[in-house]
């Protein structure tokens, strides 16, 4: 997932991802690149999540 692939910020979208972290929705894991530097992997826990929002 790439930020300006989204049209949201950096920082945004590593807040969101560490809110999905917090909840366990997502895992993620440091890996290095082949020439320098490292990234990190984010992947789904589950294969399917459903959002059920109840408005009173």
Not at 7 to 32: I, N, P, Q, W, Y
Request: hydrophobic share 45%; no cysteine.
């Amino acid at each position: 997932m790439y930020a300006p692939t989204l049209h949201r910020d950096r920082s945004v979208v590593k807040r969101d991802v560490d809110a999905l972290l917090v909840a366990g929705l997502v895992s993620a894991e440091t890996t290095v690149n082949a020439g320098h530097g490292t990234h990190k992997v984010v992947r789904a826990v589950a294969s399917r999540v459903d959002l059920h929002v109840m408005i009173d």
